[in-house]
C-alpha cells in the first residue's frame, strides 16, 4: 500500500526520466498510428465476437457511453464512435479473406502493444506463439464481456439508487462519471497485468490503472479548454478537422498509457522506503 511515506519525488522524476530518455514519445507515436490502422477492424471483430453475449444490445450501449466519458474527448467523442460503429459495421460484411485480413490486422496492433509493454518492463524474452494467440483471444473475447457485465452490474445499481435522495443533478453527474472511471480503471489495470510477458502484482497493475484512468480525465480537460481556446485544427481543416484532433488525441492517450505502464514497473522498485529502491 501507498502511503505518505513513498518517495513520491523521487518515484516521478524516475518514471519521468525513464519515459523521456527511452523514446516513449516515439513509441507513442508509432502506437498511435498503428491504432488509426487496426481501430476499426478490432472493433468489427469485437463486436462480432460480443454479438453472441445475451445481453448484447444494452452492454454495446453502456460500454460507448462510459468509454466515450473516459478514454475519448468530450469534442467530438459522439462523432467519432459513431463514425468507428458505421465503419466496423461495414467491416464485418466482407468476405472470408477480408475477415482474415481484419483479425491479422488486429493481431498486429496487439503484437505492437505487447512490444511495447515488454519493453516497459525490460523484458527480451516472448511468449511461445500459442500462449500469445490464446492470450489475445482472451483479450479480444472475454475481456469486453467482463468489462460490461460490471459495467452493467454497477450502472444498474447506481440507476436504481438514484432518486430515492431527491439528489441535484451535479452528484448524479458525478456517480456517473466516476462510474466510467472505474470501467477504464479495470481495463488499464488489465491490461498492464496480461500483457506483458513478466508477473506484474496485482496491487501495482490497480494503482497504475487508476493512474492512467484519471490522467485520461486531466487529458479530456486539458484537450476541451485546448480547442475551446485554440480552435487551430477547426480553422485550418474545417470539417475535416476531426481526424487529426482524433490522430492527436491518440498519440496523448498513448503516452498516457505508458506512463501507467512505467508506473507499475516502477512501483516494485519503490514498495519499501528501506534501501531496496535504487534512486533515480
Not at 472493433?43 to 466519458?69: D, G, H, N, T
Not at 505492437?112 to 492470450?135: C, G, S
Not at 496485482?202 to 485546448?226: C, I, M, P, S
Request: glycine share 4%; proline share 5%; charged share 15%.
Amino acid at each position: 500500500m501507498l502511503t505518505s511515506h513513498f518517495p513520491w519525488r523521487r518515484f516521478v522524476v524516475r518514471v519521468w526520466r525513464r519515459f523521456v530518455e527511452e523514446n516513449f514519445d516515439q513509441i507513442s507515436a508509432s502506437l498511435a498510428f498503428t491504432t488509426l490502422l487496426s481501430l476499426v477492424p478490432l472493433v468489427a471483430v469485437v463486436l462480432s465476437i460480443v454479438a453472441l453475449v445475451p445481453f448484447f444490445p444494452s452492454m454495446v450501449e453502456q460500454l460507448e457511453l462510459s468509454l466515450a466519458r473516459s478514454l475519448l474527448p468530450e469534442r467530438g467523442a459522439e462523432m467519432i464512435i459513431a463514425y468507428i460503429l458505421e465503419f466496423s459495421q461495414k467491416a464485418a460484411e466482407v468476405t472470408v479473406i477480408g475477415s482474415l485480413v481484419l483479425v491479422v490486422t488486429v493481431l498486429m496492433l496487439l503484437l505492437t502493444i505487447e512490444r511495447a509493454f515488454n519493453h516497459v518492463w525490460l523484458v527480451r524474452e516472448t511468449r511461445p506463439w500459442w500462449r500469445r494467440l490464446r492470450l489475445f483471444a482472451a483479450l479480444v473475447a472475454l475481456w469486453p464481456v467482463v468489462i460490461g457485465s460490471v459495467l452493467l452490474a454497477t450502472s444498474y445499481a447506481v440507476t436504481t439508487s438514484l432518486g430515492v435522495l431527491d439528489e441535484p443533478p451535479w452528484v448524479r453527474q458525478i456517480l456517473f462519471k466516476a462510474l466510467g472511471l472505474v470501467v477504464a480503471s479495470l481495463f488499464l489495470g488489465g491490461l498492464y497485468h496480461a500483457l506483458p510477458n513478466t508477473r506484474v502484482a496485482t496491487r501495482d497493475a490497480a494503482w497504475a490503472g487508476l493512474f492512467a484512468a484519471l490522467g485520461f480525465l486531466l487529458l479530456q480537460k486539458g484537450f476541451e479548454l485546448y480547442l475551446s481556446n485554440f480552435p487551430t485544427y477547426t480553422a485550418v481543416y474545417g470539417t475535416f478537422a476531426t481526424l487529426p484532433m482524433f490522430l492527436l488525441w491518440l498519440y496523448l492517450s498513448w503516452a498516457v498509457v505508458l506512463l501507467g505502464a512505467l508506473v507499475a514497473a516502477t512501483l516494485p522498485e519503490f514498495r519499501d522506503t528501506g534501501n531496496r529502491h535504487s534512486p533515480p
